[in-house]
């Protein structure tokens, strides 16, 4: 795929664009993209007491779809510029959860929604101890996110993961993760 021509239709907190792109069969068609940025994630988990730190916050998304808009979730945000991922899911977690991370181990970097937005996430896990939990999160002054700080039994978020209660992508990805390189933290 190639990009012919770039259009944004809107600017915000994001913007929203029309690309004209020419496919590997030389056709040229049209694609709309959602631009907002590229992020970072993190699943802070106590290997000692076997539980994580996530949010429960509203969302839009749900809510447009007519469900319950409040969601769990591990904590993530925006990339500042000048940011690099690893700095960026440290801010978050001490903004979102109160806690100071030392040791990130990197999952990857992954689109949750390919066809529609830019936006890349890199995904992380943290171990951590309660001593680690230095502030009370939940989000930073001003950013309205009315985020609800949760520990939770890894066991309990299993088997959220399992049952189809999870209903964010980067989430449900990191748990599954950590209980494939950890299971014995879910017994």
């Known amino acids: 795929m190639q990009l012919v021509e770039q259009k944004t239709v809107y600017e915000g907190w994001g913007r929203f664009l029309l690309l004209t792109v020419r496919l590997a069969n030389g056709v040229v068609t049209r694609r709309q993209m959602e631009d907002h940025g590229q992020a970072s994630c993190v699943l ?3 290997p000692a007491r076997r539980v994580a730190l ?3 916050l ?8 007519g469900e319950d808009p409040t969601i769990l979730e591990a904590c993530a945000g925006i990339i500042d510029k000048g940011e690099t991922p690893d700095v960026a899911a440290r801010r978050e977690a001490m903004e979102e959860l109160g806690l100071r991370v030392m040791q990130l181990e990197a999952l990857g970097r992954c689109y949750a929604a390919p066809g529609a937005s830019s936006e890349a996430i890199s995904l992380y896990l943290a171990p951590y101890a309660a001593a680690d939990r230095i502030e009370a ?7 309205n996110e009315q985020i609800e700080v949760l520990e939770l039994p890894l066991a309990d978020l299993a ?3 399992d049952s189809g209660e999870i209903r964010d992508l980067k989430t ?4 599954l993760a950590l209980r494939s390189r950890r299971p014995e933290l879910f017994a």
């Open 137 to 143: 999160g939940g989000g930073a002054e001003g950013e």
């Open 54 to 56: 996530v949010c429960r």
């Open 172 to 175: 449900l990805a990191m748990i």
């Open 159 to 161: 088997r959220l993961a």
């Open 44 to 46: 802070p988990y106590d």
């Open 58 to 65: 509203p969302r839009p998304g749900p809510m447009f779809n």
